[in-house]
């Protein structure tokens, strides 16, 4: 079945740091991909669509040069935590849709980042 | 605003006690629905999604969920837990190529 890959797991980084965070889709092409985050005891939050060759799209209320989405390929996103702050400790989530009608979407398995 | 609603935030039952959990969404026009179930340190899985035809949808772990779409709900239905089914349950509906989820429901489980 579709398979989304997420790098890394956990990240724990000081104040300041930059943090990239990787998506994969590993057995298909996905020109749009999500990134979602997830306080605790809260539901996931879209926070922008990524686009394959183009500017993500990004919710309201979330920082565009904070949160710097690259989507290089039909099969790799990438999230930029820029400067990271403790508030931007958080669950991160990513997910892709397979092509074709009925597919849902497939998640990775989260990234948890805190930043000290 | 659009939004997606789960009724119980936090359910406590017995095992094999009948689980019904609501889900209300405000979308107008063509969705597609999902639930998905996170269990604890893992990470979401989709219990079942509709998209069109047969309303009733059956899906893993003896789920089920029934769309009733002049209600704009889609609850999720279980005749007899287990103390597995202890997890995190979050309604979606995906419309315009974006997936809402709502709040998400805690389900506790007495062995």
């Known amino acids: 079945g579709a398979v989304v890959s997420q790098h890394p797991s956990r990240v724990i980084c000081k104040s300041g740091t930059s943090v990239k965070i990787e998506c994969r889709s590993l057995d298909f092409q996905a020109t749009t991909m999500f990134w979602y985050r997830q306080f605790p005891k809260k539901s996931l939050m879209l926070m922008a669509t990524s686009n394959e060759g183009s500017k993500a799209t990004y919710e309201q209320g979330v920082e565009k040069d904070k949160f710097l989405i690259n989507h290089a390929s039909l099969t790799l996103s990438t999230l930029t935590v820029t400067s990271a702050h403790p508030e931007d400790s958080s669950f991160y989530i990513c997910?892709?849709?397979?092509?074709?009608?009925?597919?849902?979407?497939?998640f990775g398995d989260g990234t948890r980042l805190s930043i000290l | 605003a659009q939004s997606v609603s789960q009724h119980n935030h936090h359910v406590i039952l017995s095992e094999a006690a009948s689980l019904e959990l609501g889900c209300n969404y405000s979308y107008g026009g063509t969705v597609n629905l999902f639930w998905y179930v996170q269990y604890p340190g893992q990470h979401l899985q989709l219990l079942l999604k509709?998209?069109?035809?047969?309303?009733l949808v059956k899906g893993i772990k003896g789920f089920e969920a029934e769309f009733i779409k002049s209600k704009f709900s889609f609850n999720l239905r279980k005749p007899s837990v287990q103390w597995s089914d202890t997890a995190e349950y979050f309604c979606a509906v995906r419309r315009d190529d974006k997936i809402i989820f709502g709040k998400g429901t805690r389900l506790h489980i007495l062995p």
């Open positions: 509709y998209f069109s035809g047969d309303p």
């Open positions: 997910s892709a849709t397979p092509p074709g009608r009925y597919q849902p979407q497939h």
